[in-house]
């Protein structure tokens, strides 16, 4: 048994090896991981904690205002109003049944991951840290045991790669860490018994509050590494990894040996990235970006509330001899103040402190640091609603639309995550979808069901090759994604649009020539299935027209 146990290509000495490699990767992420936790800090606005440090004044004001939240909150609003919808296109006419196929397939598989939620929880990352991380594996436990799709967020904290790439997919080795109870651990792998304090994997931590025990848990290291076969492919294999001992590796198992543990060859990780830095997939965000005004709108906030707080408590100098009954003098409910000799009353004796109220300038500075942090945000009071004195709606959409190039921007990006996330589940259902299944698609009128396996999408054989090795063709496609319009006022928008075009008479088919000219030099959304009516009416009037034999 340990002469077959060394041979496996994956055993405790290659367990070792990976554990140094994924050392080496930590050590490179420290930065990113001390600015990743501190950004946590700021969002939960908690930011006084590491502005005072250790030092810390009683009964000193310390406010806390939200503009940086609310330009957070502000985006993620823009993003979930244009949540992403997904279109397959085939690359070949006779690939255009399993397009449609999959077009009403891939969200009901997403809507199934709860990815909505998923997508939400990862722009918080992405606006708050730069970047989320997604996940598109193939989780065998789900629906009993039949397996599907999983879509997870990944914390940006668990995964390392190899410092210095920018392109995930060019990392020699990556690894996720995640925290697992140890008595969980043992029961479902009994060689790990007595084996789990020796574990000494660290993970960085956020500052919570209360403060996470983490006692009892020991980390389970899902290790993911691409290698090249003897017939020159790529291949990708994983491993599972817990205090140094190989729970599991696709490269022992005759199954995936040759084929690799996903069959794409890709990690099965997505970037969405909001600013990119050099040298690394992941960026910063709004929280790095919009502290340092933040900061100084609060540490200005907090001298004017002070020099309130101290000119609106009156104070006075009372001289030692004045024979003032002090007690009843502090106590503003007393009617009566009781004094040794009257003479002592004067200005000499006690005389009120005087505060001098700030110079308006120290307004005008900090309504600068607030008119900084909404421009550097981009987010401006128009993106929040405010009409600047339009009254129309489709008016004040259009001020909306123009306010928000950023936003835009930062959508676009997410979509290409998103299409990429796409490219991976299109991949999990090519290789595993080997029964027939059952979905409900929702569409207009009532639901329908539509069944799909992945017989087709396994290809058929068109030859061989000059060596006799059998060519196979598989189905390649395109995905498109547009978005879900969930804006009240884009839907207003696109309402006065139809109406113009009502008004105009693109939909009087004796004027659909001049209307589908009109059309060619037209973009908007919808503008195919305006199209589309228009032809059809134009055909009706032909028809019509047509002499009868």
Request: charged share 30%; proline share 4%; with cysteine.
């Amino acid at each position: 048994m340990e002469e077959e146990e060394k041979k496996l290509p994956v055993g405790p000495e290659e367990a070792a090896l990976a554990l140094e490699t994924l050392a080496a990767y930590k050590k490179g992420k420290e930065q990113l991981e001390k600015r990743v936790m501190e950004d946590e800090r700021w969002y939960q606005m908690r930011h006084w904690e590491a502005i005072r440090g250790n030092s810390s004044v009683p009964d000193r004001p310390e406010p806390s205002s939200a503009w940086l939240f609310n330009s957070i909150m502000n985006k993620h609003a823009d993003a979930m109003d244009n949540y992403p919808e997904v279109r397959v296109l085939p690359r070949e006419e006779s690939d255009e049944a399993d397009a449609q196929a999959l077009s009403a397939v891939l969200p009901v598989i997403l809507e199934r991951c709860d990815f909505e939620e998923k997508y939400s929880e990862g722009w918080w990352e992405k606006l708050k840290h730069g970047t989320a991380v997604y996940a598109a594996v193939w989780n065998g436990r789900l629906e009993n045991g039949l397996g599907d799709v999983d879509i997870q967020t990944v914390d940006l904290l668990n995964i390392f790669w190899e410092p210095g790439i920018t392109d995930i997919q060019k990392s020699r080795d990556l690894f996720v860490v995640d925290l697992r109870d140890a008595d969980v651990l043992e029961a479902e792998y009994p060689q790990l018994a007595g084996e789990l304090d020796r574990d000494r994997t660290e993970l960085g931590q956020y500052v919570y509050d209360p403060a996470a025990d983490l006692s009892g848990k020991a980390a389970v290291i899902d290790w993911y590494y691409k290698r090249r076969t003897a017939q020159g492919r790529t291949v990708l294999h994983y491993a599972k990894l817990c205090a140094g001992q190989v729970l599991f590796a696709s490269e022992n198992d005759p199954r995936y040996a040759e084929t690799g543990w996903y069959e794409h060859g890709q990690y099965p990780f997505v970037f969405d990235t909001l600013f990119p830095e050099k040298g690394t997939p992941a960026g910063f965000g709004y929280v790095a970006l919009c502290k340092d005004p933040q900061m100084y709108i609060d540490k200005l906030s907090q001298i004017m509330l002070e020099n309130a707080l101290m000119s609106g408590k009156k104070r006075f100098f009372i001289g030692a001899n004045t024979g003032v009954n002090e007690a009843e003098f502090l106590d503003w409910a007393q009617p009566l103040v009781h004094v040794e000799g009257m003479g002592n009353l004067d200005d000499s004796h006690i005389r009120e402190i005087v505060t001098t109220p700030l110079d308006k300038v120290f307004l005008d500075i900090l309504q600068m640091k607030i008119d900084e942090m909404k421009e550097t945000s981009a987010n401006r009071d128009v993106s929040q609603g405010s009409s600047d004195g339009a009254t129309a709606a489709a008016a004040i959409a259009a001020l909306q639309e123009a306010g928000n190039k950023t936003s835009r921007d930062m959508i676009a990006g997410s979509y290409r995550a998103y299409v990429r996330l796409d490219y991976l589940v299109i991949e999990l259902v090519r290789q595993f979808y080997d029964q027939e299944r059952s979905f409900r698609i929702l569409g207009p009128g009532k639901s329908r069901f539509v069944s799909y396996s992945n017989a087709t999408l396994q290809g058929s054989q068109t030859g061989y090759d000059s060596a006799g090795n059998p060519l196979v063709r598989r189905p390649i496609f395109d995905v498109r994604v547009r978005a879900q319009k969930r804006n009240p006022f884009a839907q207003a928008s696109q309402n006065e649009l139809g109406r113009a075009l009502y008004d105009a008479g693109f939909f009087d088919p004796n004027r659909a020539g001049e209307a589908l000219a009109a059309l060619e030099i037209m973009e908007f959304e919808g503008k195919e299935r305006v199209e589309e009516y228009i032809r059809r009416g134009l055909e009706r009037v032909s028809t019509a027209d047509a002499p009868r034999e």
